[in-house]
């Protein structure tokens, strides 16, 4: 069971949620930029929630399917289409074989993930399946697809051969059929100019008061220089009020860092273990994904909460996919 790529896209690479418990050895997390799409896309296909898949980024590529395969498509909407037919996304999908998947621009966000019931069938390195392209470590070869690839896949779970036998008395001559139900796309809470919840950073406090107040009270922009390993903001300059040394200490996605120039940057899935410049804020985990889906160009605003409403945000989350994990298990008998 396979796919072959037609098309590599932009950027198309094997993510799951991390390369865990190795940064004391300098070796990187990793993993999806928007892990709640991955972890849901997961979730519709009968793997569990940290399997891999693919992180398809703007351009997509054109994939091959050289079987049927049951397939989720979430996060960002990149106008994914089967043999010219629009394909919906955050639902089971049943695929015929010799059916082509395509990718054209994108309508909203600019990351989708796209898993495949029983997980492609690539090496763990260091207990993950996910690419770091500058250490060429994990995923496929440690690179993005590229034309002529062929990623095969493992056997579907019981549930979801449970699916593929229900899409399979509905599927016809079609090249597709989902199910009429869809699940995952309200916890998203994408939008174009977010405002991203953030609390006090370690070094908060180092900060003039004009610049406290600038960063939750101005807009900044994603600049281009912007990439997995890190967001490049502009907007108004923060500066420290007196020049100080900071030994690097540990850092991780989400830590807003500024550098001497007064421009913050938003450490994000690629980032470094440890960092040496004043961190002002940190994301909290639940506009990660939000974060994920955003392109340069577009606009952000801060909000200062508190580390308890961080962590109540996060346990109201974490129980809504307990929710789906449970209904989608039901939906599924």
Known sequence: MSIRVIRPGL???????????????????????????LRISNLLV????????LEITLSGPALLFERDALIAITGGDLSAVFDGQSVPLWRPILVRQGCVLEFRSPR???????????????????NSHSTYLRAQLGGFNGRP?????????????????????????????????ATDWFAGLDLAEYADDPTIRVMSGGQYDWFNKESREALVSEPFRITKQSDRMGYRLTGPTLQIIQPRELISEAVTMGTVQ?????????????????????????????????LAQLKPGAQIRFLSISVEEAQELYRSREAMIRRLECGIAQMNL
């Open 258 to 290: 500024v550098p001497p120039e007064g421009q913050p940057i938003i450490l994000m899935a690629d980032r470094p273990t440890t960092g040496g410049y004043a961190k002002i804020a940190q994301v909290a985990t639940v506009d990660l994904p939000v």
């Open 108 to 126: 909203r966000g600019c990351r989708a993930y796209l898993s495949v019931a029983g997980g492609f069938d690539v090496p763990l390195v260091m």
């Open 145 to 177: 697809l590229q034309a002529g690839d062929v990623v095969n896949f493992r056997s579907a779970s019981e549930s979801a051969t449970q699916q593929l036998r229900k899409l399979s008395e509905r599927l016809s001559e079609r090249p597709f059929v």
């Open 46 to 53: 009968g793997n569990a929630p940290s399997e891999a898949a």
């Open 11 to 37: 950027l198309t690479t094997i993510q799951d949620l991390g390369r865990y418990g190795l940064q004391q050895f300098g070796v990187i997390v990793s993993g999806a930029m928007d892990p709640l799409a």
